[in-house]
């Protein structure tokens, strides 16, 4: 899809890192990102396994503190903000976690509605009133939102998460590997609901996968991640004739190429 | 030399950061239970769990321990002549020692592993940074309202069990010893000492305190899938246990060592 409208070429990103750099120990994980997300325009992030794409969405959220560089979302540097600050900035973020990530000790109806209980002190009835409008917009009868989550499958769940991250109306939404863990039937529904909702929203998107054909359906601009560095970035229209020798042989999945995986990052 | 003082040093010191990571833990803990906004809901339903579904385990042990008292106590004591005393051996071990000291071990038991478990299972599954992502603060959310509960509801498990465990004993002073019921009752009733009630629950609240702590420390801190939260759950078992015992003898030494 293509849905999101073009920017003045002067507008502020909606999101923008620089120098950002994190290491577990030895193993160094982001080594200078540079990256800027424009304002509703929907980046997804590929790469293999183990290059970083999850560290980079988490530092992001601030549920890792990065050992350098910076993050702006809307201009407000957020690399060094206390606990309650980050809070208010997190209320424009909404994220589908890879797994979901429902709370299995409450029903759907009060997972979806969550972040408007206990982030928007909405009131509960209230709050319900917009749980099953949001379960329906993901294409879920109201009435599963009286069970619990370890009663749905997989797409199901994937689908609850989704009307999770939307609940609040966020600015910005992060999806960890959408696909994974669905059949490429679901998978393809989900990316279709993803790619809908967000345009609906109005809202920016940032996704990490290493799912090619979702990252066609869900994105207007691909960024490669290898060794810790963004190595590409472009509109995906023109993904087929990067010239990039680490997009190329990403995307045509070939064992023979400049990336190099050693055994090591098959384990990390 | 080396390879004796070198894992001795590494070890000792692995206990000062555990030691100062915990403590950090129970203030950040501590000072979200100060500070709205307040879970009532989670506190309600932690309350229930702790106090209402323990109290089969709790006053099952109790009971079985005031009654085995009585009877220790009358086959000792009965080689002094002494059996008149069984009244006051039940009363001021029950509510100084075992009321609270058994009643928290099996609370650690039920309630730490539960604790470690649940808190363990959200941290690997990702709904703890499902929270943060929905700005909940997990310490809020999920911490305080336990460490609430455990300090409020243990001190009435507690007083529970000392009536359960007292009645235990009187059971078998009566019908098995062939106590005179109702002097049994006024020598009960006699040394019966506010003091002794009450140091007893203060010990519960103590315990109640460290309990949820080790629950949900162990349970926050677990990684790595199952394997970890079982071993979570373990840990929070046998450290709330621990530290219970060796807290009961410090807060037994404030109250009556002069």
Known sequence: ????????????????????????????????????????????????????????????????????????????????????????????????????????????????????????????????????????????????????????????RKRVGLARAIATDPEIIFFDEPTTGLDPIMGHIIDNLIAKLTSKLGATGLSITHDMASARRISTRMAMLYKGRIVWDGPTAEIDRSGNPYVEQFINGSAEGPIDIPLQDHFA | MVPVLQPLGRTFLAFLAVTGRLTLFAARGLSHCARPP???????????????????????????????LALQSYTGFARFSAESAIPNVVVVSITRELGPVLAGLMVAGRIGAAMAAEIGTMRVTEQIDALVTLATNPFKYLVAPRLIAGVLTLPVLVLVADIIGIFGGYLVSIYKLGFNPSTYLKNTLEFLTFEDVFSGLVKAAVFGFIITLMGCYHGYHSKGGAQGVGQATTNAVVSASILLLSFNYIITELFFAR
């Open chain 1, 1 to 156: 899809m293509s849905t999101a409208e073009p920017m003045a070429p002067d507008a502020p990103p909606k999101i923008r890192i620089r120098g950002l750099k994190k290491a577990f120990g030895s193993n160094v994980v982001l080594d200078g990102v540079d990256l800027d997300i424009a304002a509703g325009e929907s980046l997804v992030v590929i790469g293999g396994s183990g290059t970083g794409k999850s560290v980079l969405l988490k530092c992001i959220l601030g549920l890792l503190t990065p050992d350098a560089g910076s993050i702006q979302v809307d201009g407000e540097e957020t690399v060094g903000l206390s606990e309650r600050e980050m809070d208010r900035v997190r209320r424009k973020f909404g994220m589908l976690f890879q797994s979901a990530a429902l709370f299995d000790s409450l029903p759907v109806w009060e997972n979806v509605a969550f972040g408007l209980i206990q982030g928007k002190r909405a009131k509960r009835d209230e709050a319900r009133k917009i749980a099953a409008r949001r379960l329906t917009d993901v294409g879920l009868e109201p009435r599963v939102g009286e069970l619990y989550p370890a009663e749905l499958s997989g797409g199901m």
């Open chain 2, 38 to 68: 307040f879970y009532g809901r989670s506190i309600l339903r932690q309350m229930i769990d702790i106090g209402y579904y323990s109290l089969p385990v709790v006053g099952l042990t109790a009971i079985f321990t005031g009654m085995v």
